[in-house]
């Protein structure tokens, strides 16, 4: 069925519009998880198979076209939990998770953005951050409402802390998705601005729908993920930026409303899959502007990922809930760059100041400049079959063919 049909037939049986629907299911209203119609599909949407169960002799029961059955739960028949990321939201009937963008219906879990981003554009790799990844490529970056933390500071609040029904959204399915980054010749998709594990099943089937289109797939996240969710994504994902936002589990439960432990997993999770990783941490002042919290970071990095994962120091500007601080003094940002290169790691950046020399990319052997970056304008690449083009030692990364 095409959207207007649907449309319609909610209309027509509920009396009520679509961004209606998803308040009454935020609500429990009964009688909304209802066969299909007759004549409709009750497929996936995009991987052609039933992700919901088979009522006894009936017709599979299934949400309208914008929502899908959450594929990591577990449910006694009334109550679910979500298994999908470490928050483990135990849900009852009509309950919203802490992400807002998963319900309990029924006795089972639906995510309500599926097919549905509220962010569609076509990004510089390098605004990920990514800056040894397909430099100077361009990314299809797709987003929905939603995130599992509730960082103080969030630049994206407008709709990682919203509903689905909040934010204006469109129709962008799984192979809608693909054949825009096909058209737009993208060699890749990001799952990113919010927070992508919220979109789990969306993020899941475009995933995988673009590598066998040959189409790379980016990972911009908290790293607030379950190990079996990640090890079946990691599957399809290329490449990752993982906000490592302190190296303090208390920090994180005070600034950020999660835990530290998950995404240390998540980061070794997808060096020992081969996923390419780049790791950003913002520097908040008076949170995370502690110099031996930066060397006891380092040295987990160096130790569980080695020294070949950039690593980016991120400026702070005020934002949401901490209007208050000032913005990182760029001496800081400094500060920790010299640390973090002290310490062995070998690609470290500054973020968020323009033109800064701690934005280049210098080989981490003959301290040659190797990519010049000018805001998200590169100069010429100097880098030749992933070798640095004056000394010839590897430089790691992903580079572009020919």
């Given at each position: 069925m095409d959207r207007p049909e649907v449309d319609t037939l909610l209309q027509n049986k509920h009396g009520m519009t679509r961004k209606e629907f998803l308040k009454a299911v935020a609500l429990g209203v009964p009688g909304l998880l209802c066969a299909a119609p007759a004549g409709a599909s009750t497929r996936s949407p995009c991987t052609g198979s039933i992700r919901g169960h088979v009522l006894k002799g009936e017709a599979p029961s299934q949400l309208w076209k914008w929502s899908i059955e959450a594929m990591d739960y577990t449910s006694d028949g009334r109550r679910v939990q979500c298994g999908v990321c470490p928050n483990r939201c135990i849900l009852e009937p009509g309950d919203r998770s802490v992400c807002r963008s998963r319900v309990?219906?029924?006795?089972?879990?639906?995510?309500?953005?599926?097919?549905?981003p509220c962010a569609v554009h076509v990004d510089p790799i390098e605004k990920k951050p990514l800056n040894h990844f397909l430099p100077g490529t361009r990314v299809f970056s797709i987003a929905t409402t939603g995130c599992n933390l509730r960082c103080l500071n969030c630049q994206n609040w407008e709709i990682s802390q919203r509903k689905p029904e909040e934010v204006r959204h469109g129709d962008l399915f799984p192979e809608a998705v693909v054949q825009e980054a096909l058209q737009r010749k993208t060699l890749s998709i990001a799952y990113t601005y919010s927070e992508a594990v919220t979109f789990y099943e969306y993020m899941f089937d475009t995933a995988r729908l673009a590598r066998e289109a040959g189409i790379r797939n980016?990972?911009?996240?908290?790293?607030?993920?379950?190990?079996?969710?990640?090890?079946?994504?990691?599957?399809?994902?290329?490449?990752?930026?993982?906000?490592?936002?302190?190296?303090?589990?208390?920090?994180?439960?005070?600034?950020?409303?999660?835990?530290?432990?998950?995404?240390?997993?998540?980061?070794?999770?997808?060096?020992?899959?081969?996923?390419?990783?780049?790791?950003?941490?913002?520097?908040?002042?008076?949170?995370?502007?502690?110099?031996?919290?930066?060397?006891?970071?380092?040295?987990?990095?160096?130790?569980?990922?080695?020294?070949?994962?950039?690593l980016h120091f991120t400026r702070f500007h005020p934002a949401y809930r901490l209007t208050r601080l000032p913005p990182t003094p760029v001496k800081t940002l400094e500060r920790f760059r010299r640390i973090a290169l002290d310490e062995g790691v070998r690609y470290v950046f500054v973020g968020n100041v323009p033109g800064h020399e701690g934005s280049h990319t210098y080989c981490h052997q003959c301290g040659r400049l190797l990519i010049e970056r000018r805001g998200y304008d590169l100069g010429p690449v100097r880098i030749q079959d992933g070798r640095c083009a004056f000394c010839g030692v590897p430089v790691p990364g992903r580079w572009r063919e020919g």
């Open positions: 309990n219906l029924d006795g089972k879990l639906y995510s309500l953005t599926y097919g549905n980016v990972l911009v996240s908290n790293g607030y993920i379950n190990q079996k969710p990640l090890l079946r994504l990691s599957r399809f994902l290329d490449g990752a930026n993982i906000n490592l936002k302190s190296f303090e589990d208390r920090i994180y439960r005070c600034l950020n409303g999660g835990t530290l432990p998950p995404i240390l997993r998540t980061l070794k999770t997808l060096h020992e899959e081969g996923v390419w990783l780049e790791i950003t941490t913002l520097v908040v002042p008076t949170y995370v502007d502690d110099p031996d919290m930066i060397r006891r970071m380092c040295a987990w990095i160096l130790k569980e990922l080695g020294p070949d994962h950039p």
